[in-house]
């Protein structure tokens, strides 16, 4: 209508539940779009914010087994790894694995177990990745135990460039699990708590950019708040302090803007509410998400049968979330717009949205508006991008995506070309022909835009004298992800090689077939080219028991009585 509309007149409100699902990406999405100047209001901090992550991983150390995930990923996170120098966290991760590092600070966290040996834990790891920096083991073919009191190593065998990085290694994380044990086990006031655990994140945590260094000085604030709420000086154990700061962490949104400024404004509903914006987009109000269930809680007296809720009582979470969404809908001064997911994600199947939206629907059509001139606003978004609903001859949607408008002409290229073909009466070329018959400029522009690589020399095309041998977990693989399962086929890989290294925290019970196998062709052909012992059963059961026992150290075969 001619009237201004500024970025800062638009705002974007986040289902609650729904919250951190869409708030991790609108960040980036606003970034693609034209990089659309946006205000985020209330993101959680510990979601989202990589120091307030590390501080969350550093305090609930001491409550944790010192399983892989707990101890490796504050040992590789960004914020201690400032700290060292010249560490790669990939080695740190790949070093776990090796030394099958999986629970346990050490023999004590094992007592009263099955596991009798000085196995999984992390001082076993420690002292081998010591030992290997500077003795030799399977690196150099080196296969000999070193017995340390009553427990055996295998060393893990070190670069000379490798050593600075596990000295590093080691020392962080045995100060890691020395203070998370103190800290398990002592008693002091809260005021002093609060004091130990800001030096703590001092010692560990290093700030890497300006937003670092900003919740930095948050969480300083906040420790400074919880120290003055002691009043009484009454020793207390860590987990009384630990409760205080995660709760104050919880609360903690980003929150580096203003209203009505900065461009659009994303938030949810709550400090939402009486701000009137020209136009506001409501997202996730799915069936499942919006309004909240009513959960009672048995001392809410509002509840008791003899008290009768009045006029103005929100007395359940459903209509909270009723009453924000009336707030929000009647503050809203120009265009109000509401959506939902319409389809699941694994399955497709088809989506309803929230009661809200239905009952909103029935009321426009009962008084306000006709069933057509209803439907014609309700739109159903196609499932690609680049559909022709926002890019063909007649489109009836707008998309303000620059990457889906290059993927739609790259389509529509494609089409030319195969209308091309057909008025030609000529094949489709293959690219090997379409790039020869084009300038060199235009061939190097194509590849470019496309993201073309041009394949290797060789032929990988198998000739018709030669037989491929497909096993049926690949085609399975296939079957299941056909891109993912034709690439671990051709390329040789197996599903061990993406193993999370975070994710392993229980050992082996069960040795795998090949496992076994490989031992017994092991043991065989030593006893075999062994002239000076003859070949019977029980020198190729010494032979296996010697092997097996060198996996055992490695932590690679069962133990104990699965063993």
């Not at 296939?478 to 993406?498: I, K, N, S, V």
Request: one cysteine or more.
């Amino acid at each position: 209508a001619g009237e201004r509309l500024d970025f800062h007149d638009v705002a974007v409100i986040v289902n609650d539940a729904e919250r951190d699902a869409y708030q991790a990406r609108i960040r980036s999405v606003f970034q693609a779009t034209h990089d659309i100047p946006h205000n985020i209001i209330d993101i959680t901090a510990s979601a989202h914010r990589r120091y307030v992550e590390a501080v969350e991983l550093l305090i609930a150390l001491p409550f944790g087994r010192f399983t892989r995930r707990e101890l490796l990923r504050l040992l590789t996170h960004d914020n201690v790894v400032a700290g060292c120098e010249g560490v790669d966290p990939a080695t740190w991760e790949r070093w776990c694995q090796e030394l099958n590092i999986l629970h346990g600070a050490d023999d004590a966290d094992h007592e009263g177990t099955y596991i009798d040996k000085s196995l999984y834990h992390w001082d076993q790891g420690l002292k081998r990745l010591v030992l290997g920096s500077f003795m030799t083991g399977g690196i150099a073919g080196d296969e000999r135990v070193i017995q340390l009191g009553d427990d055996e190593y295998l060393p893990l065998e070190l670069s000379p460039q490798e050593v600075g990085s596990a000295a590093q290694f080691v020392s962080l994380a045995r100060a890691l699990i020395a203070d998370a044990r103190w800290l398990a086990r002592a008693q002091v006031p809260l005021r002093e708590w609060m004091g130990l655990i800001g030096e703590l994140l001092q010692s560990y945590l290093e700030t890497v950019d300006d937003d670092d260094e900003f919740d930095r000085l948050r969480v300083a604030r906040f420790l400074t708040e919880l120290a003055d709420r002691d009043l009484s000086s009454a020793p207390v154990p860590f987990r009384v302090a630990h409760e205080f700061i995660r709760a104050s962490l919880a609360t903690l949104e980003i929150s580096r803007g203003q209203y009505l400024s900065e461009g659009v404004v994303v938030s949810s509903f709550l400090p939402m509410r009486p701000i009137p914006f020209k136009v506001v987009f409501v997202t996730g109000l799915g069936e499942r998400f919006f309004p909240r269930s009513d959960v009672r809680s048995p001392l809410d007296l509002r509840w008791a049968p003899e008290l009768e809720p009045v006029r103005g009582d929100v007395v359940s979470a459903r209509a909270q979330d009723e009453y924000m969404f009336l707030e929000t809908l009647i503050s809203t001064r120009e265009r109000f717009y509401m959506s939902y997911v319409a389809r699941d994600g694994q399955t497709g199947e088809s989506l309803e949205p929230s009661s809200v939206v239905r009952l909103l629907w029935f009321m426009l059509e009962q008084n306000y508006a006709t069933p057509e001139n209803l439907q014609q606003r309700w739109i159903a978004h196609p499932l690609r991008r680049w559909d022709d609903r926002y890019f063909g001859p007649e489109p009836d949607l707008a998309s303000f995506q620059p990457d889906a408008h290059r993927e739609a002409s790259t389509l529509e290229a494609r089409r030319s070309m195969e209308q091309f073909c057909a008025e030609a009466q000529m094949p489709y070329p293959d690219r090997q022909t379409l790039f020869a018959d084009v300038p060199p400029d235009v061939r190097d522009s194509l590849q470019a835009r496309l993201g073309l690589v041009e394949p290797p020399d060789e032929e990988l095309t198998p000739s018709d004298d030669q037989t491929v041998t497909v096993s049926i977990r690949q085609i399975r693989k296939f079957l299941e992800a056909p891109t993912q399962g034709t690439a671990l086929f051709h390329l040789g890989m197996r599903e061990d090689d993406f193993e999370d290294p975070y994710g392993v925290e229980d050992e082996v019970f069960e040795s795998a077939v090949v496992q076994r196998t490989v031992l017994m062709q092991r043991a065989f052909v030593e006893a075999l080219l062994d002239e000076s012992t003859p070949l019977t059963p029980t020198t190729l059961e010494e032979r296996y028991a010697a092997l097996f026992h060198r996996e055992l150290l490695r932590g690679t075969v069962p133990s104990g009585p699965f063993g």
